[in-house]
């Protein structure tokens, strides 16, 4: 199994930007896809982004398309996300997840990703 522990969250304005990481240890990094989430007060947890196990595929959400990139390093076993023109409708807990599935992995409900970290908080204000 996999462990990930997310860093990187903040409170910033509108219009700013902010990178989160997550570290992963345990079984090779490699050998999952890889996602962010993120849950709002009051709402769903809902897909972000994803990454492929190598990064030749991306995948966002279409609140985030443009404004967000996802990455991951497997030399240092970290998955990026690098968040800019920050609104304030993408205040929230911001969890990584992992999975082993392949596939489409966009379409992966939140229930079946595997392994999940600890979340870290983004608050932007107006």
């Known amino acids: 199994q996999v462990q990930l522990v997310e860093s990187g969250g903040g409170l910033v304005q509108a219009g700013s930007s902010l990178r989160l990481s997550c570290a992963a240890s345990?079984?090779?990094?490699?050998?999952?896809?890889m996602g962010w989430f993120r849950q709002a007060p009051g709402k769903e947890r809902e897909f972000a982004s994803a990454i492929t196990r190598i990064g030749d595929r991306t995948y966002y959400a279409d609140s985030v398309k443009g404004r967000f990139t996802i990455s991951r390093d497997n030399a240092k076993n970290t998955l990026y996300l690098q968040m800019n023109s920050l609104k304030p409708e993408d205040t929230a807990v911001y969890y990584c997840?992992?999975?082993?599935?392949?596939?489409?992995?966009?379409?992966?409900?939140?229930?079946?990703?595997?392994?999940w970290g600890q979340g870290t908080q983004v608050t932007v204000s107006s």
């Open positions: 345990g079984r090779t990094f490699s050998t999952y896809a």
């Open positions: 997840a992992a999975t082993i599935a392949l596939g489409n992995i966009a379409a992966i409900p939140p229930g079946h990703w595997g392994y």
